[in-house]
Antibody, heavy 124, light 112 residues
Framework: QLQLQESGPGLVKPSETLSLTCTVS??????????WGWIRQPPGKGLEWIGS???????YYNPSLKSRVTISVDTSKNQFSLKLSSVTAADTAVYYC????????????????WGQGTLVTVSS | QSALTQPASVSGSPGQSITISCTGT?????????VSWYQQHPGKAPKLMIY???NRPSGVSNRFSGSKSGNTASLTISGLQAEDEADYYC????????????FGGGTKLTVL
């Protein structure tokens, strides 16, 4: 059974960089059929797609966050990571990592496995 | 590109059927059959309920069904049960040069 687990600091100071890692177990991150994504959810609000990465390093980012986001992959560790720079209180959210299926046309499709999520609070 | 539009809330009594709509544009919902729906209980991670407009993952009850007409996708839950009370989110591939994935704003389902 595939499992994803987010890890990283739960508290980040304003203007600093938020860094999270997602460790994948029970399957290979190097599968050709999937991207690997980050999604966040501010308290009491809806889901927001941050971006997704292929095992080769190809990435797609949400344009509203693109200038501050870097997603990377480490296939040797079966992990992918998120960095979000210059954070403010508005970046306080539960951050989820998830596996995203590729369609037959090589387009992004659904998220089928999710991590449990990790709350990151931005505060001094 | 804006989030897909969902009603903020819907409600129904046990045993009834409800439908949640998800309206986008021809660049997302209307243009591709990559609409998916997620159920989220409080404090839990989202769970995939429907993918590619109308397909159910293994283990999801057949009381959940999906459809699409034009730029609007719909999730129907029949035979409502207390455990269906949750937030529901639609999502879709988006064919913008910059945005490639979009979520709806979410709908709170209350089982009366």
């Amino acid at each position: 059974q595939l499992q994803l687990q987010e890890s990283g600091p739960g508290l980040v100071k304003p203007s600093e960089t938020l860094s999270l890692t997602c460790t994948v177990s029970g399957g290979s991150i190097s599968s050709s059929t999937y991207y690997w994504g980050w999604i966040r959810q501010p308290p009491g609000k809806g889901l927001e797609w941050i971006g997704s990465i292929y095992y080769s390093g190809s990435t797609y980012y949400n344009p509203s966050l693109k200038s501050r986001v870097t997603i990377s992959v480490d296939t040797s560790k079966n992990q992918f990571s998120l960095k979000l720079s210059s954070v403010t209180a508005a970046d306080t959210a539960v951050y989820y990592c998830a596996r995203q299926r590729l369609s037959k046309e090589w387009l992004l499709s659904h998220f089928d496995y999710w991590g449990q999520g990790t709350l990151v609070t931005v505060s001094s | 590109q804006s989030a897909l539009t969902q009603p903020a809330s819907v409600s129904g009594s046990p045993g009834q059927s409800i439908t949640i709509s998800c309206t986008g544009t021809s660049s997302d919902v209307g243009g591709y059959n990559y609409v998916s729906w997620y159920q989220q209980h409080p404090g839990k991670a989202p769970k995939l309920m429907i993918y590619d407009v109308r397909n159910r993952p293994s283990g999801v009850s057949n009381r959940f069904s999906g459809s699409k007409s034009g730029n609007t996708a719909s999730l129907t839950i029949s035979g409502l049960q207390a455990e269906d009370e949750a937030d529901y989110y639609c999502s879709s591939y988006a064919s913008s040069s910059t945005l490639h994935w979009v979520f709806g704003g979410g709908t709170k389902l209350t089982v009366l």
